[in-house]
Nanobody, 120 residues
Framework: VQLQAFGGGLVQAGGSLNVSCAAV????????MGWYRRPPGKQRGLVAT???????VYAESVKGRFTISRDNAKNTVNLLMNTLKPEDKPVYYC???????????????WGQGTLVTVSS
């Protein structure tokens, strides 16, 4: 199974952007899904997560501006980013805690990064 990310791109400060991620392949169950980002020169950190039953957690820096949602039937997670700031760049990573089959354990899977550029 792979996580495929979509969206991202260039937007002016104050604008909006949407990134999505889908778990593609054979999946038995998907628990928490989320988005993380890696600012230049820093470690990857939490943006937002959402559990299977819809409980959300947001980084303080994005509360009130970003909204995470998911479609359990399609194993997709979406991040709507409003009022973007230059510090919201650049690379966003999708993550999912999932089980591939009945005989497998829960594992954390990462998608490829998707680039978000915010011009000031």
């Amino acid at each position: 199974v792979q996580l495929q990310a979509f969206g991202g791109g260039l937007v002016q400060a104050g604008g909006s952007l949407n990134v999505s991620c889908a778990a593609v392949g054979s999946v038995l169950a998907v628990n928490t899904m989320g988005w993380y980002r890696r600012p230049p020169g820093k470690q990857r950190g939490l943006v937002a997560t959402i559990t299977h039953d819809g409980k959300t957690v947001y980084a303080e820096s994005v509360k009130g501006r970003f909204t995470i949602s998911r479609d359990n039937a399609k194993n997709t997670v979406n991040l709507l980013m409003n009022t973007l700031k230059p510090e919201d760049k650049p690379v966003y990573y999708c993550n999912s805690n999932l089980r591939r089959s009945r005989g497998s354990v829960w594992e954390s899977v990462w998608g490829q990064g998707t680039l978000v550029t915010v011009s000031s």
